[in-house]
Antibody
């Protein structure tokens, strides 16, 4: 079955960096675009970034553009999110999610990893 | 401030029917982009509930249904059950933003 497992979250000081990973299994990873979506404590869902199936195109939310970088390694079935210059407002659970391009929606989600930005 | 607008909360008794609205604009729902719905049970990841306005993934009970008209969409839940108590999010695509998927702010459903 399709499985997405995030890792790499933790507590980090403002201005520092963190890299999240999302290990995919149960499907042909290289055939699907992938997203990062985040959820601040007690808040709603916020789309963060998308990377196309082959890594050729990447798009970001205004709130993270220039600070976050989405990437993927199709040989390792893994999605990444490099987060630099972290701010308190980046504190959230970060989910990876599989893209359904024809309909612009997410059909599978990981369990999430918590990132806390605090001094 | 979410791009799509949902009521913060709705409630209903077991067995009743409730609806959750999702209002967008001419750059997302009104532009013809589909609306999708996700259910988030307490402490868990979101789960796809409705896709393409009114389609249910395998395993989702037919008590859940969706509709779309103009710049708005709705999620209906009939025969409410206690296990339906969760947060519900609508989602669409917005052409004014780069490849942007947009969400509603979420609606907390309480089963009385």
């Amino acid at each position: 079955q399709v499985q997405l497992v995030e890792s790499g979250g933790g507590v980090v000081q403002p201005g520092r960096s963190l890299r999240l990973s999302c290990a995919a299994s149960g499907f042909t990873f290289s055939s699907y675009g992938m997203h990062w979506v985040r959820q601040a404590p007690g808040k709603g869902l916020e789309w963060v970034a998308i990377i196309w199936y082959d890594g050729t195109n990447k798009y970001y939310a205004d709130s993270v553009r220039g600070r976050f970088t989405i990437s993927r390694d199709n040989s390792k079935n893994t999605l990444y999110l490099q987060m630099n210059s972290l701010r308190a407002e980046d504190t959230a659970v970060y989910y990876c999610a599989r893209d359904i391009r024809d309909g612009y929606y997410f059909d599978c989600w990981g369990q999430g990893t918590l990132v806390t930005v605090s001094s | 401030q979410s791009v799509l607008t949902q009521p913060p909360s709705v409630s209903g008794a077991p067995g009743q029917r409730v609806t959750i609205s999702c209002t967008g604009s001419s750059s997302n729902i009104g532009a013809g982009y589909d609306v999708h719905w996700y259910q988030q049970l307490p402490g868990t990841a979101p789960k796809l509930l409705i896709y393409g306005n009114n389609n249910r993934p395998s395993g989702v009970p037919d008590r859940f249904s969706g509709s779309k008209s103009g710049t708005s969409a709705s999620l209906a839940i009939s025969g409410l059950q206690t296990e339906d108590e969760a947060d519900y999010y609508c989602q669409s695509f917005d052409s004014s933003l780069s490849a942007s998927r947009v969400f509603g702010g979420g609606t907390k459903l309480t089963v009385l």
